[in-house]
């Protein structure tokens, strides 16, 4: 049986708006905590603003796909010289 977090949230004083919502929404249940993920795997995306700049590309809204980036971007941000991709 599991028991709601709750109490501990408040009793611990924990900040749960620095919690990263997705991994606290998973324990969450009709608006209880009954369960804290002690990893949570997100994936991060790092940019070269320069580089997107040079190539005219803006920086990707928040709802972009992989095809968006396979299509628009990487064609742009890759060079080929000598056979090699970089």
Not at 28 to 44: E, F, H, P, R
């Amino acid at each position: 049986m599991l028991l709601p977090l709750d109490p501990y949230v408040d009793a611990l004083d924990i900040d749960i708006e620095n919690i990263y919502s997705a991994a606290y929404d998973l324990g969450v249940v009709d608006g209880k905590l009954y369960m804290v993920c002690d990893s949570y795997n997100s994936i991060t995306f790092i940019v070269n603003m320069d580089k997107l700049r040079a190539s005219r590309l803006e920086l990707p809204m928040k709802d972009w796909t992989w095809d968006e980036f396979k299509t628009e971007y990487a064609p742009n941000l890759t060079l080929v010289e000598d056979g090699r991709f970089t």
